[in-house]
């Protein structure tokens, strides 16, 4: 048995699955929100069985390693020591010098090497003068050394090489070291600095603890205030969000998060006790991070700073979250106080008081559009409709429309049935402009795919139908025949014909269609029931072949072959003997 086989054997793909998305049980199976497309009714499926998931959505499928490499972008390699250790299982090897795969060893590295300049920036607030200025500066700002060793701050010195000896000394090579973001190169003599100077620096880390970027604030006036790690291959800035890795197993049990802009924002939410907390670390939020933020939970209260750019930020954030079907309230605090500034001045009581009477996003920006316009005048109340509309269209439901549209209404002083025609025609227009979605997927016969569920379940079943159906060309030209071909193949080489092995030589749309047919509610396919599927196989043949005689007999008539035309007419009969022979059997 390989590791890997070892590492299925013993792993749950339920429990594995649950650390991202949020499963309920459904008959037999689990289901839950796919974390790799945009819906709002659940469409994922794991079968704990026969430990496979499938989207009916999207048509994504496959087994746990196939999950986790999807869900965190890693290759066979590292999915398999991801699950192994999530499992307890210890492997035999280290996998990554058992597969060559370049591009993962250089991922390990890259994450050890940030490991160690974690390590490096926190020992300096206590290791020099300027450490310790920074470190003076960290507490008048409200840190604890408790938070700082929680959160893992430090401090990057100015001499501009301090990090650069620590790496060398540790045994990076200078070409890892650029490749990590942390070291420069000069453009004249290629000489090394490190790229953080003089700054506080605030660890980035994905979302099983690894730290795999920074962000520095400058002390004193260096520009830019904040300095963030460029992108590497374990870094890309929208797809992580600052305090998630602290915060998800909080985000599910409140099933709702914080959304903040900054590193300080997180961290005084967080001490303030509220854990369920993920920074966008001053990047407008993307569709990436939202998918992120969907394994854990659908509920966000959005709490960005209250200035013109925050109030952006704010919108441009809900457009997204709504698109990605969460539900959405608004924290925005009085004062002009960002949340860190908030908690520092009010306390965490005043700051828990106003999370809780968070109003829903409608209600900010209709008193948003009513501040920002004089609703005493026609064109005002146009314009604040008309800044309302793009989000009343994308609700969900009639019923939901209609009670924000009487609330709104209200609100606004408005009549609410001229509110509610202007929505029906924005939302009339907005389905005539949206792309009407294709499909790709195969369309196979129920005896095809029920003989195809039971060849995957039964190794039996392959070995006594499939060599003859093949032999016999009653594979031939099927939606399912490339799958069918994949069994026998591997059953060929001794192989189970197991479907998350047969995947590379499936066609994305042949994988959706074999993986439909596991997730059947259905009892095990018997050897009566096999055969029944075969004779039905064994007969769209012999009507195939027909169709073709009556295709050729068109053109012979068309051309005067009496010769030919002959010959196909005693086929033809020949083969309607045959239909009605096997229909009478």
Known sequence: MSQAEEVRAATDIVKIVGDYVKLRKSGANMTGLCPFHQEKTPSFSVHPVKQIFHCFGCGLGGDVFKFVMLIENLSFPEALRRVAEKSGVKLREHPLDAVSDANAREREALVKIHEVA??????????????????????????????????????APSEGHALLRKLEGEGFSGE????SGLVLAESEGRRRLDRFRRRVMFPIARENGSVVAFGGRALGDDLPKYLNSPETPIYT???????????????READEVILVEGYMDAIAVARAGFEQVAASCGTSLTSNQARLLARYTRRVVVNYDPDSAGQA?????????????FECRVLALPGGLDPDAFIRREGAGAYGKRLKAAPNYL?????????????????????AVNSLMP?????????????WIDRLADRLHLDDRLLREEVRRAADTRRELKAPETSAALVASPAEKELLRGC??????????????????????????????AILAARVRGEKPELPRLEEVLTAAEQRLAYECQFADAEPLTREAAVRCCQALQRKKLERERDAIQVAIRAAEAV?????????????????????HRDSA
């Open 560 to 580: 005067g072959d009496a010769a030919r035309l002959g010959d196909l007419l005693r086929a033809k009969l020949k083969l309607a003997g045959q239909i009605a």
């Open 363 to 383: 209600e900010y920006l209709a008193d948003r559009a009513a501040a920002a316009h004089d609703l005493r005048s026609p064109q005002g109340k146009v314009a």
């Open 176 to 179: 890892l070291m650029e490749k």
């Open 118 to 155: 974690a390590r490096f920036f926190a020992a300096q607030l206590g290791a020099t003068a300027e450490g310790r200025a920074a470190w003076a500066y960290l507490t008048d700002r409200g840190l604890s050394d408790e938070a700082l060793a929680r959160f893992r701050i430090g401090y």
């Open 391 to 403: 989000h009343l269209i994308k609700l969900p439901s009639a019923l939901l429309r209609r009670e």
């Open 456 to 485: 995957l379940e039964n190794a039996e079943l392959v070995d006594e139908f499939l060599p003859g159906l093949a032999a016999e060309g009653a594979l031939a030209g099927l939606p399912t025949s490339n799958i069918f071909a």
């Open 237 to 251: 800035k929208s797809r992580v969000l600052f305090h998630l890795d602290q915060a998800a197993k909080a985000i």
């Open 313 to 325: 930020a704010t919108e441009r954030s809900l457009d997204l979250l709504l698109e990605e079907g």
